[in-house]
């Protein structure tokens, strides 16, 4: 529904699923050695692309299980069946070319959290920053770390060999220190006392690669940075709860927890096991399920397959790569990938397959649209074929909604990817609307609807699209329309709507990225790699169209496909000292300083608008903002410069 505002809410999750458990009861699953070995089925990081994983050491921490335990049965876990575990691991710094050794890691949920003691997953804090790129800070710069810490160039000694460096959260001095790069290690690690009553905690490290004093700027790069949200830290106790599960154990290093109550995957639902982690149930007489973590922090998240070890045969399908599309109700996936012959590290001459084939699945408003659609998932995204049965001819689905949204005369729907709607005019009587689809601004085409018979349904048909004629774009349902004294009203509950503006048409000559053997055959697409692929050591390999392999930084072949969802605006900046900044949150991967780029998060989330506004926020001129600061006097040895930046930093640490 619209707001207040007439904007309908932004999209603010992502996400990320496990693998597809299906059969006729728990039972039946949990028997099915396909999944397990008969007493429980278990999910880890291999298998679930949510739960924390650190390819390169192949670190895991996390597990959920169903266990076979009294009372499991039909679509109820019994007491305690339902197991959460996750226990402390090992993790190199992202910064492998900088002696800093490794650091303890929990997954939690999901989610990646450092333990405030090695051995004790009763305290933790969440991980924001593990950092190897470079970001270079001139004199008076802060950069933005993410979750309201920033770090701040305070002044760069004369002779180039210095940086005084502080840190503060929410706008607060918390620490500071000068690091010096003609000696020792170039590491600043930033203790913090009487976090959760844990005293000399490091809560940041920073390496300074370089100092520069040019002419004019005065420069310090960074080329390494680990930072915890000591501020948020949390203490967890026996007898808290997360959600469903609530039985927790705390053993040292791990923690357990299990649910005190029955369990039911009720169907047709999402049920909150805890902390954003859930389970999606199927609309459906048989019990089919998957877990799924919901991501709300604003980032750029790996959707990933299942990791493969070795060079054995391997194929990726819908249920067990999180990437692909796949329908829970109707149990529909198109895709599969397939690596076969790899040596050492090479796949060989049509080695790497990639096939989809047309499937059919439900309107998500189908009890306003009967029947059913093609579909078919390319590269991991969602297309409708122009003709159901040939492949070559797609377009995008931009939605498929059975959301409810109010339009009043004269407002417009943003429908995504340029498409819009509008209600041009109720009639007087209130059963009719007068709808307009336009494309970037442009009328496409307009129908009356009717509410008081037929199927109240706008079907729009466009002609020519890549040569194909009466191709069905767009489906609108009306639930009811409203003449009021003060406002005449349509509510639209059902919308579907292809991009057939950007409809392509697939040939054999086409490449996509690494495969380039392309075949179709009716209802399916094939490719496959004309010459060698390479599992390159320590690299992400793309396979085609935004999807890749990650390799391993190991000497035993480790990887697996992802491809890439971005939520919000994931960018760290660098900002004048003296200028208001932008909370850009950092998540993974630690963005580059400077980046301006905000991805788009609403381009297919309908948004009802009156009159377009377009605001420009000032831009504060860096050059006129940054202070720069000169001093001849030779360097930090001599006299003059410890009375000059050494005076400074003790003062202002005194004065603190």
Request: proline share 3%.
């Amino acid at each position: 529904m619209a707001d207040d505002n007439n904007t309908t809410s932004a999209a603010s999750t992502v996400e990320i699923r496990g693998p597809v458990y299906n059969g006729s009861s728990l039972t039946d699953i949990l028997a099915n050695s396909t999944y397990d070995n008969g007493t429980a089925i278990t999910m880890d990081a291999n298998k679930f692309a949510a739960f924390y994983y650190d390819i390169d050491d192949n670190v895991t921490t996390e597990s959920l299980s169903i266990k076979n335990v009294a009372g499991t049965s039909g679509r109820t876990i019994g007491e305690n069946g339902l197991v959460y575990t996750t226990t402390i691991g090992k993790n190199e710094y992202k910064n492998k070319d900088v002696d800093w050794g490794n650091y303890s890691v929990i997954g939690f949920f999901a989610d990646k959290y450092i333990p405030l003691k090695s051995n004790d997953a009763s305290k933790l804090a969440k991980l924001v920053l593990d950092s190897d790129d470079k970001y270079t800070l001139r004199t008076g710069e802060t950069l933005d770390l993410g979750e309201g810490y920033s770090l701040q160039a305070k002044q760069v000694d004369v002779d180039g060999d210095k940086v005084w460096l502080e840190l503060d959260k929410d706008g607060q001095y918390v620490d500071d220190q000068i690091v010096s790069t003609d000696s020792g290690d170039h590491t600043w690690t930033c203790e913090v006392d009487d976090v959760q009553g844990e005293d000399n905690v490091p809560v940041l490290k920073v390496h300074v690669n370089q100092v520069f004093q040019g002419a004019v700027d005065s420069i310090a790069q960074i080329d390494g940075l680990w930072l915890i949200d000591y501020a948020n830290a949390m203490k967890i106790e026996s007898d808290d709860e997360f959600g469903k599960l609530d039985n927790v154990d705390i053993s040292g290093p791990t923690i357990t927890i299990s649910n005190k109550d029955t369990f039911s995957l009720t169907r047709d639902s999402d049920q909150e096991i805890g902390q954003g982690l859930y389970f999606r149930v199927a609309d459906s007489d048989a019990l089919r399920f998957y877990a799924f973590k919901q991501q709300t922090t604003p980032g750029t998240y790996d959707i990933r397959g299942t990791v493969v070890s070795g060079t054995q045969p391997y194929t990726w399908t819908s249920d067990n790569f999180a990437g692909f599309f796949y329908d829970l109700n109707k149990n529909v996936g198109t895709e599969t990938l397939s690596v076969s012959g790899v040596s050492g590290r090479t796949i060989p001459e049509d080695g790497l397959k990639y096939s989809t084939t047309i499937n059919s699945v439900d309107y998500d408003a189908s009890d306003a649209f009967n029947g059913t659609y093609p579909v078919l998932g390319f590269f991991a995204q969602k297309y409708v074929p122009l003709k159901s049965n040939d492949a070559s001819k797609l377009a995008k689905l931009v939605l498929d909604s059975d959301d409810k949204y109010t339009l009043k005369t004269g407002e417009t729907l943003d429908l995504g990817e340029g498409y819009s709607l509008q209600a041009k005019q109720v009639d007087v009587d209130g059963d009719k609307v007068w709808l307009e689809l336009d494309k970037d601004g442009q009328y496409v085409d307009d129908q009356i609807v009717s509410t008081d018979s037929g199927d109240h349904i706008w079907t729009c048909e466009v002609d020519d699209v890549q040569g194909e004629d009466n191709v069905p774009v767009l489906k609108v349902h009306v639930n009811q329309v409203f003449q009021g004294a003060v406002d005449s009203i349509a509510q639209i509950d059902g919308l579907w709507l292809i991009d057939y503006a950007n409809a392509m048409k697939i040939d054999t000559s086409d490449e996509f990225g690494k495969l380039d053997n392309v075949g179709i055959n009716g209802p399916t697409i094939t490719i496959s790699n004309k010459d060698t692929f390479s599992l390159t050591r320590d690299s992400d390999q793309e396979i085609g169209q935004g999807m890749y392999f990650k390799v391993a930084d190991s000497d035993a072949l480790r990887y697996y496909p992802y491809i890439q969802q971005t939520l919000g605006n994931g960018t760290v900046t660098t900002t004048p000292s003296n200028t208001t900044s932008t909370d850009n949150t950092s998540v993974n991967p630690a963005p580059v300083a400077n980046s301006t780029e905000t991805p788009d998060v609403n381009a297919n989330t309908p948004t009802t608008t009156e009159t377009p506004v377009t605001t420009t926020p000032d831009t504060p001129d860096a050059a006129n903002n940054t202070t720069e600061t000169k001093n001849n006097a030779p360097g930090f040895e001599m006299a003059p410069a410890i009375l000059g930046l050494l005076s400074v930093f003790y003062l202002v640490r005194k004065n603190r």
